[in-house]
T-cell receptor, first 116, second 111 residues
Framework: NAGVTQTPKFQVLKTGQSMTLQCAQD?????MSWYRQDPGMGLRLIHY???????DQGEVPNGYNVSRSTTEDFPLRLLSAAPSQTSVYFC???????????????FGQGTRLTVV | SQQGEEDPQALSIQEGENATMNCSYK?????LQWYRQNSGRGLVHLIL?????REKHSGRLRVTLDTSKKSSSLLITASRAADTASYFC???????????FGTGTKLQVIP
């Protein structure tokens, strides 16, 4: 059972470039989310989704887009990378029922992104 | 701003001692979870406590929740060097259950 898989593990981008961070889960979880982790800031929620076709903004959504066309995949797109987006990005998924996230979140191993 | 704030930010103890870390949050919640993160790795779920529960145990972990004070504590008893990690609380709230994390407590257990 693979759980939550993130690719790539490492990425270096130049300012202004765009890219997509991939996230896939094989647990049939409805709830998926993206966080960024910066030193001293903990984890901050970027976007989340409660099911295919439904996404919403978290705490720090600017500069990022998401879509959820399938239950399994929840890609995060950086539209025009900026040095402020240098961070470690984590994708997570959880079982939810009736909109309530009632169980643990499973995390991917993270993508370390550097924007130069 | 983030929902949860952990206290202390860093904690250093000797192996065998107990470690206590606290989490305060701002709005009503449905549940609160604690996670551990080893350096450079993803987060791993430790324990979940629902808003109608006051205390929960799992092995060497004890979690309390005081919804009147909007706070929770995580106690690790008889700590081991392998417990060295960062610990985060996460709250589930809102109609569609956004899950937000605190800033974490960095625990160092000295052998």
């Amino acid at each position: 059972n693979a759980g939550v898989t993130q690719t790539p593990k490492f990425q270096v981008l130049k300012t202004g470039q765009s890219m997509t961070l991939q996230c896939a889960q094989d647990m049939n979880h409805e709830y998926m989310s993206w966080y960024r982790q910066d030193p001293g800031m903990g984890l901050r929620l970027i976007h989340y989704s409660v099911g295919a076709g439904i996404t919403d903004q978290g705490e720090v959504p600017n500069g990022y887009n998401v879509s959820r066309s399938t239950t399994e995949d929840f890609p995060l797109r950086l539209l025009s990378a900026a040095p402020s987006q240098t961070s470690v990005y984590f994708c997570a998924s959880s079982y939810s029922r009736s909109g309530q996230v009632s169980t643990e979140a499973f995390f991917g191993q993270g993508t370390r992104l550097t924007v130069v | 701003s983030q929902q949860g704030e952990e206290d202390p930010q860093a904690l250093s103890i000797q192996e065998g001692e107990n470690a206590t870390m606290n989490c305060s949050y701002k709005t009503s919640i449905n549940n609160l979870q604690w996670y551990r993160q080893n350096s450079g790795r993803g987060l791993v779920h430790l324990i979940l406590i629902r808003s109608n529960e006051r205390e929960k145990h799992s092995g060497r972990l004890r979690v309390t929740l005081d919804t009147s004070k909007k706070s929770s504590s995580l106690l690790i008893t008889a700590s081991r060097a392998a417990d060295t990690a960062s610990y985060f609380c996460a709250t589930g709230s809102g109609g569609y259950q956004k899950v937000t994390f605190g800033t974490g407590t960095k625990l160092q257990v000295i052998p």
